[in-house]
Each structure stands twice: as C-alpha cells, then as structure tokens.
C-alpha cells in the first residue's frame, strides 16, 4: 500500500470557515482535501453521512465537488450548514449591526430601574437545571436579549443562521462567556472569571472575525474548478434518505467509541437556542442516548453479542476483556460496532460500485483496553462488499485538535487511521 504523509504538522488548517465555529476533534481539511483529489472529480457528489461541523462540506465547495452532510446533532447541522454556504458579507454587517444596537439599548434598560414591566417580561430567562451555576445573572440576562433579536427579525435564513453560529460561539469555546472549562471537550467543569464577560462585546468580536472567514470561504470557491453545491441535514447515519447507488465518493470520520459526548459538549448553548435548532433542552437530552459512541443511556440485561459481531476475529474477545472490567463500558463498546456496522451498510448502499470511501478513525482505550477500531470496521466493511485497499496512519497533532482527555481510561489519543475503501 502507498505511503503517504497525512500529518500536516505545519499547514494551516483553520483557512476560510474552518475555524468559524470550536468542535471537538476536526478533521484537518488537508485530509478531506487528499481523498477528494485521489477519489473524485469537479462536480461529483460527496457524503459525509457523520459531517459533525461541515469540514468536508467547507472542502466540497472550495474543490468544486457537490456534497450532502447529515448529523444526528441539531446543532451540529447548522454550523455544517452555516461554514458550507456563500453568506453576503454586508447583510450579515447590516443584520450583526442591527441586533446590537437593540440588544445594547434594552440590556440598559433592564439593569436600570425604569424598565418597563412588558420589557422584563419579554426576556424571561430559560428555565434549566444548574442555569445559575453555569452562567452569572447578567451574562443569561444578556444572552437571553440576544438571542430573542436573532429570533425576532425576518433576516434571510443564510444571515440569521450565520447569526446563530456566532451566539452559539459565545458559549461552546475554549473562552466561553459560561462559568465553564473544557467544554468543547465534554468534560466541563466550573470556573470562576476574573472579571465577568461581556456577552454583546464578544458577540460583536466574534461576527468580525467570522465575516472575514467567510469572505475568504467565498473567494476560494470564486476560484474553484466549477461551481457546486452543499446542503447539511438533520439525519441518521444509520439510515439514510438518499437512493442507492447515488454517491460517487464517501468521507467520513465516525464518532469514538465512547470517548466524546456531544451533547454533553452542546448542551449549555441549547436553552437558548430552541427557536434555531427547534428543539428543547429535555428533547435534545433525550435523544442523547441515541447518538453513535454515545455513553449514556439505560442498557440493562445480560451482554449479548450481536451475530453480525461473533464471527469476527477481535471483537468477541475484546468485548469479554471489557465485560470481566466493567460491564457497562462492554455493552456501549458493543452499541457502537453494531451502530457502526448499520452505518457501513448504508453507506454500500449508496455509494456507486467501484467508488471510494476514505474513513477516519481512531482506535480507542476504554478501561486501559486498547480498542482496535480500526480493524473492527475493516471486517465490517468486509461483509458489506467495501474492500480495504489501503491504510494509512498518521499522527494526531495535539496542539492543532481538540481531542478527549482519556486518564482513567488509558492513554489519550495520537494516532489515527485513513481506511479506503472500494465497493465490489
């Protein structure tokens, strides 16, 4: 198998909308960039069926490929959507400038004691467990102000969306105006400021330096080979709403196996929220247990091993080892190959015959078990006609990608795998 340099150590790889938005665990663009160069051509059509926030969507429309993303994460679609879309710069200065001054003038009014009633009860703070803990009484007070004018004003739904991203930036950062650390990585914990944020401040911070990455997103695809397309949708990875045999590359890099919770990392930018992603805090933890590498969930009874596991060479034995440890780590181990294996299924289905999928994965320690991922999906892969034709491995560059602390559970992740796959 060829051998190649996938590290990109010294290239940047927050260009364009990149870096638009914090989201744990990016694939480096060049990476995207690489499989699109070697397996598809201008104007063909992409899928990401687990895009998380829209690199491969970004990369799409830069390289003049077509694309489609789905995630099961609401708002995980709309930073997707927001980073893959062409967003007219002095609409979103107009709209950005607009939600400001009102913002400004009635964030005054309620910390002055002439506000009337009807303003007050206008900005009812949402109602969540531990609101108070997470965030100090005016930062809420001005994030709730904020978000009811993105809410309120008939902007086209490009600018309002673009809006949407840059109040959830606010919260979900490695420098979030929440009472919070490491959120991006799931694992959050308390942190006092030393002086407290100013939500309007960074709010107006944040729509420059994401209108200056979106017009350079627009001007790298004015120089693309061809024009294209990209649309990111809500959806399941297990089941797909495309037709067979419709997509001529497939990029993807899968969720860990238990190692991040996106919800966990989202769920302090939710309450806020509900009239852009259109669904409450207790929905969206709801369908928490759902997500693929989720770790939460009631998963009671015995381990028993899905057949379409038992035959393969690792996975039975691995599972045992994680069982005899705890058995609870076993049984979310188990969901997230079954998962996987519904994932990999769809994705044959789709994908045209003698076409590519190029999948990222890492490898995994639950426990201080070494997880081999990777060769777990290569058999899967296997048993839905998608043959492995080469393996490369690169390293993960820490300093440049936010990845999970592991401690307890073993070492933390460096390296990682590009597995191609041809379907025959």
């Not at 990476?31 to 069926?49: K, R």
């Not at 789905?70 to 930073?79: M, S, T, V």
């Amino acid at each position: 198998m060829e051998k190649l340099e996938l590290n990109f150590d010294n290239q940047n790889t927050l260009y364009a909308t990149h870096g638009l938005h914090a989201f744990a665990a990016k694939c480096p663009p060049q990476l995207v960039g690489y499989a699109m160069d070697h397996y598809s051509q201008p104007g063909e059509l992409i899928l990401d069926p687990m895009v998380g926030s829209g690199t491969a969507l970004v990369e799409a429309r830069i390289k003049g490929r077509n694309a489609i993303g789905y995630d099961f994460d609401p708002l995980a679609r709309l930073i997707a959507q927001v980073k893959s879309q062409i967003v007219d710069d002095a609409e979103i200065e107009a709209a950005a400038g607009l939600i400001l001054r009102e913002s400004a003038a009635d964030f005054a009014l309620i910390k002055s004691a002439e506000a009337p009633a009807e303003l007050t009860s206008r900005y009812s703070l949402p109602d969540f467990h531990n609101r108070d803990y997470w965030f100090d009484p005016e930062v809420s007070t001005a994030l709730t102000i904020l978000s009811y004018h993105i809410a309120a004003h008939p902007f086209p739904r490009p600018v309002k969306d673009f809006l949407w991203v840059a109040f959830s930036s606010l919260i979900i950062a490695r420098t979030s105006v929440a009472n919070a650390r490491d959120i991006i990585h799931s694992r959050h914990h308390h942190y006092s400021h030393p002086q407290q944020p100013d939500v309007l401040a960074r709010f107006a911070s944040r729509t420059k330096i994401m209108r200056r990455q979106m017009v350079e997103f627009r001007n790298l695809c004015a120089a693309a080979p061809r024009s294209s397309w990209t649309e990111a949708r809500l959806g399941d990875a297990r089941q797909l709403e495309l037709k067979d045999e419709s997509v001529d590359l497939v990029f993807t890099s899968p969720p860990y196996a238990t190692a991040l919770d996106y919800p966990r990392a989202h769920f302090l930018a939710i309450p806020w929220m509900q009239a852009a992603l259109s669904i409450n805090l207790d929905d969206y933890r709801t369908n928490a247990s759902s997500y693929i590498g989720s770790q939460q969930g009631r998963l009671l009874g015995p381990l028993q091993i899905d057949p379409r596991l038992t035959q393969l060479s690792q996975t039975p034995t691995i599972l045992a080892e994680l069982a005899a440890n705890c058995m609870r780590q076993a049984k979310l181990c188990h969901r997230y190959f079954v998962d996987m294996d519904r994932a990999l299924s769809e994705i044959a289905r789709v994908l045209k015959d003698k076409r590519h999928a190029v999948i990222v994965v890492c490898p995994s320690h639950i426990r201080k078990i070494a997880i081999p991922t990777q060769d777990v999906l290569v058999e899967l892969g296997q048993a839905h006609n998608l043959h492995l034709i080469e393996k490369h491995v690169r390293t993960i560059n820490e300093r440049r990608r936010v990845m999970p602390y592991m401690s307890a559970f073993g070492t933390r992740m460096s390296t990682e795998y590009v597995l191609v796959f041809q379907k025959r």
